[in-house]
C-alpha cells in the first residue's frame, strides 16, 4: 500500500514536502517514483528512487526545485518541492515497482495522490 500525504494550496515560490508511505514493500527491494498529472494531461514521471538509492529526475521543469530522498526506517519516500509555480499544480502519486522508469504505464501499484495547488 501506498498513501501520499502533505499536499495543499500553496503560493508561488513556497514550498512543500509530499510523503509517501509504504506498506507492503521494503525500499531495499523496490524501486518508488513520483508522478503528477495535471487536469487534462497525461501523468508525467517526475523522479524515482531506485532500491539501491539511486535517483532519477524526469521532469525537465522541476529540475533542481525538487528533490526525492528516503527514509528506510520509516519506509518513507519523500519529494521534497522548493520555489513551486502555477505549473506544479497537479495531484501527485507514488508509485512503486522493482525498477526505475519515467512511464507510469510500467507501474502496477499507486497510491491515491495528494493535490497540490500553487496559486497566488
Known amino acids: 500500500q501506498l498513501v501520499e500525504s502533505g499536499g495543499g494550496l500553496v503560493q508561488p515560490g513556497d514550498a512543500l514536502r509530499l510523503s509517501c508511505a509504504v506498506s507492503g514493500y521494503t525500499l531495499d527491494q523496490y524501486a518508488i517514483a513520483w508522478f503528477r498529472q495535471a487536469p487534462g494531461e497525461e501523468r508525467e514521471g517526475v523522479s524515482c528512487i531506485t532500491s539501491s538509492g539511486g535517483t532519477f529526475n524526469y521532469a525537465r521543469s522541476v529540475k533542481g526545485r525538487f528533490t526525492i530522498s528516503r527514509d528506510n526506517a520509516e519506509n518513507t519516500v519523500y519529494l521534497q518541492m522548493n520555489s513551486l509555480e502555477p505549473g506544479d499544480t497537479a495531484r501527485y502519486f507514488c508509485?512503486?515497482?522493482?525498477?526505475?522508469?519515467?512511464?507510469?504505464?510500467?507501474?502496477?501499484?499507486w497510491g491515491q495522490g495528494t493535490l497540490v495547488t500553487v496559486s497566488s
Open positions: 508509485a512503486a515497482d522493482r525498477y526505475c522508469s519515467a512511464y507510469a504505464e510500467y507501474f502496477e501499484n
